[in-house]
């Protein structure tokens, strides 16, 4: 292809631009048909752009402005906990003694690793009221398919191989029963009440001599506290089931409540939200699982252990359902999560929970007056609106969500939990500022009455964002995967 035909397909290349500098080839030249089979070897020069250094940062640095995160803006995405990450946790996982170890040296050549992710271990084990706890699933949906892999184990270890139902509220998480199926379970929905609390006696219908495990959040995904948690997991503890808490909204009950208190059997825990990882396409992830103490013999090894002062891999673990992850889990987000929780401390992580709160209830009756509020009661962290009257103007939810891009802001999770209409829901986290709250909640209103006066503002939305409002179903079903003129 010729430098004409180039210049159709880069827009900003200019024939005889160089970015680069290659050193002269320090070693001896091959011939390619000595290496590669004749197919493989290419007879015309590549269609690559020709650009100067400076055009090259400018167009990447503008394609990262593009870019939307927690660092450029607010994100109230609501069960996702997008909330700021401290750049003291990545200055830590950047020392050389974490960054530059490998797992395959000797266990006495890496102590302060272990000792780290022994000590992460003892922390979140404490947070949870578990016993013990694994740092390998990779995240929360793999901690998920991890602990109930583990109770699958546990009943047919004890001969129990009718327990194959996993019971899901009406309002889970998506990947709950998406976990339970993956781990050979079968899924059983149970409804939700006029509270938007699990109906109790739709649960005892339920459970009975087949039930595996209960899977819940608390607060649960509409950002209401589970308020019969216990008389729940007497029901299925009575019936021989375990309980299974779902940890994406701890930050509601941070170093308030604790899963094990309330019942729980098993615990996963998103290090990469409630403890301030890189989220989403800043991951790697990380999903430790905890568990009560007839569970431990089921963890996957290895487990860091201390023995005599010395921290060890403890392979010695006949009834484990094995290694679920190379290596040891998500090292350096596992060291964030260990900064984190250290520079907070029990009464730093106790604010967390106090602050998202507050920053939701307030959130919420500030909202209150033009949406509609499904659960009309104390939230915890996050709250759902209803976009219903806005429908009814011809505005749907989803149009909300795209005009809020015009001011900036990343949508909250819409059409989620299940069980609202035209369901919005909003998780500021407890990172956010007053006046972020407040600029926010001005955007919502400034949409509400444009729904009245405008609607046709709103349903065309976006207007300021570099790519308008895209065929979404085309998208999915025909994505573009590669560059076009």
């Known amino acids: 292809m010729n430098n004409q035909d180039q210049s159709l397909i880069f827009e900003i290349s200019t024939n005889g631009r160089i970015g680069y500098s290659l050193p002269e080839m320090d070693v001896e030249a091959v011939l390619l048909e000595e290496i590669l089979p004749e197919g493989y070897i290419r007879i015309e020069e590549a269609a690559l752009p020709e ?11 503008a394609l990262s ?4 995160g927690v660092d450029s803006g607010f994100y109230p995405l609501g ?6 990450n401290p750049k003291i946790n990545e200055n830590v996982a950047r020392y050389n003694g974490f960054a530059h170890i490998h797992p395959y040296q000797d266990p006495s050549t890496v102590q302060g690793a272990l000792e780290l992710l022994y000590d992460l271990q003892e922390h979140l084990t404490e947070i949870t009221g578990m016993d013990q706890v694994t740092l390998q699933p990779a995240a929360g949906a793999h901690g ?5 892999m583990m109770i699958r184990a546990f009943h047919e270890a004890n001969g129990d191989m009718a327990r194959t139902k996993v019971i899901v509220p009406d309002s889970a998480h998506g990947t709950n029963p998406a976990s339970a199926t993956v781990a050979g379970l079968e899924t059983i929905t149970v409804k939700s009440d006029e509270n938007g609390l699990v109906d109790l006696e739709d649960l005892k219908r339920v459970v009975g001599a087949d039930t595996a495990a209960l899977m819940l959040t608390n607060p649960n995904t509409l950002g209401l ?3 019969n948690i216990l008389e729940m997991a007497q029901l299925v503890h009575d019936a021989g089931g375990k309980l299974y808490y779902d940890g994406a909204n701890l930050n509601a009950v941070l170093s308030k409540a604790r899963p094990g208190d309330m019942g729980f059997d098993v615990v996963h825990l998103n290090l990469h939200k409630t403890f301030t990882g890189p989220h989403g396409g800043g991951g790697p992830g ?3 699982v905890g568990v009560k103490a007839d569970l431990i013999p089921y963890l996957p090894k290895p487990l860091v252990v201390k023995q005599d002062e010395q921290f060890k891999l403890d392979y010695d673990r006949p009834q484990s359902i094995g290694r679920v992850k190379p290596y040891y889990g998500n090292f350096g987000i596992n060291v964030r999560a260990y900064t984190y929780i250290r520079s907070m401390g029990p009464d730093g992580l106790k604010a967390v ?3 998202a709160v507050i920053n939701a209830n307030y959130m919420m009756r500030r909202l209150e007056p033009f949406f509609d509020l499904p659960y009309n009661r104390h939230c ?6 209803s976009g219903r009257r806005q429908k009814q103007l011809g505005v749907r939810t989803l149009d909300i969500a795209k005009r809020l891009l015009d001011f900036g802001y990343h949508p909250p999770t819409i059409y989620f939990p299940l069980n609202v209409e035209e369901g919005m829901m909003i998780e500021p986290t407890e990172t956010e500022s007053k006046e972020t709250l407040d600029a926010f909640i001005d955007a919502m209103i400034q949409i509400a009455k444009e729904a009245e006066e405008t609607p046709e503002v709103v349903q065309e939305a976006p207007h300021t964002t570099v790519i308008k409002r895209l065929d979404e179903t085309l998208a999915a079903r025909k994505p573009i995967l590669r560059y076009q003129a």
Do not use: Q
């Open 286 to 288: 990380s999903g430790p």
């Open 225 to 227: 506290f589970e308020e």
């Open 79 to 84: 069960s996702c906990t997008m909330k700021y």
């Open 65 to 68: 402005k593009r870019n939307h």
């Open 353 to 355: 929970t106090e602050n």
């Open 51 to 61: 650009v100067s250094e400076l055009d090259i940062m400018r167009h990447y640095t």
């Open 380 to 385: 915890k962290h996050e709250f759902v609106l």
């Open 144 to 148: 998920e398919w991890t602990g109930l």
